[in-house]
Nanobody
Framework: QVQLVESGGGLVQPGGSLRLSCAAS????????MGWYRQAPGNERELVAE???????NYADSVKDRFIISRDNTQNTAYLQMNSLKTEDTAVYYC???????????WGEGTLVTVSS
């Protein structure tokens, strides 16, 4: 099994920045893809950004030009730099990883991001 641990959430004012981290550990074979999802109260979980081993990325339209996803393949760690935060970015942010070695997808427990003045 792979464990994902997120960190970096917290309270920030509109227009501010936060950086989330997601560290993978455990029985890792090959983490091909890592991503960040978020879920606000009353909403479904949605994709925020994802990144592949190649470095290719994909972003939700709502965060393009504000958020940047990156990863360190040697450390099996992913990051989400969030800039120009808006109140509507408030949500629990979850890390996700797909391991091609066992064909399984794993989730972290989430970290809360609150954007409020």
């Amino acid at each position: 099994q792979v464990q994902l641990v997120e960190s970096g959430g917290g309270l920030v004012q509109p227009g501010g920045s936060l950086r989330l981290s997601c560290a993978a550990s455990g029985r890792i074979f090959n983490i091909y893809q890592m991503g960040w999802y978020r879920q606000a109260p009353g909403n479904e979980r949605e994709l925020v950004a994802e990144i592949w081993q190649s470095g290719n990325t994909n972003y939700a339209d709502s965060v393009k030009d504000r958020f940047i996803i990156s990863r360190d393949n040697t450390q099996n760690t992913a990051y989400l730099q969030m800039n120009s935060l808006k109140t509507e970015d408030t949500a629990v942010y979850y890390c996700n990883a797909f391991d091609t070695g066992n064909g399984m997808r794993f989730w972290g427990e989430g970290t809360l991001v609150t954007v409020s003045s």
